[in-house]
Nanobody
Framework: QVQLVESGGGLVQAGGSLRLSCAAS????????MGWFRQAPGKEREFVAA????????LYADSVKGRFTISRDSAKNTVYLQMNSLKPEDTAVYYC??????????????????WGQGTQVTVSS
């Protein structure tokens, strides 16, 4: 059974930092693109960041560029999302996802077929 498990969410004040982790099990994800998405109450799921299996190529949503950093440790089958300078509008459930070997359409949820259960991030003002 392929599984993604996120961790690291929590409550933080505006301007603070959090690091999310996504641990993959069930198969080797070292050749797959990994993505982070988020969903706030009443809103659609939106793209946050993605990274190729080599870690060389990354893509960020404009809203998080310069504040968030995606990285991966393929030996540990884990992808990370370092979030700095957090804002109240970053409050959402954050999901990691995988399922594509190519770095195309990585901003669309339809590109991915394996999702984690999500971790809540709340940023207070």
């Amino acid at each position: 059974q392929v599984q993604l498990v996120e961790s690291g969410g929590g409550l933080v004040q505006a301007g603070g930092s959090l690091r999310l982790s996504c641990a993959a099990s069930g198969r080797t994800f070292s050749s797959y693109t990994m993505g982070w998405f988020r969903q706030a109450p009443g809103k659609e799921r939106e793209f946050v960041a993605a990274i190729t299996w080599t870690g060389v190529n990354t893509l960020y949503a404009d809203s998080v560029k310069g504040r968030f950093t995606i990285s991966r440790d393929s030996a540990k089958n884990t992808v990370y999302l370092q979030m700095n300078s957090l804002k109240p509008e970053d409050t959402a459930v954050y999901y990691c996802a995988t399922g594509t070997r190519v770095f195309l359409g990585v901003g669309s949820p339809r590109t991915y077929d394996v999702w984690g259960q999500g971790t809540q991030v709340t940023v207070s003002s």
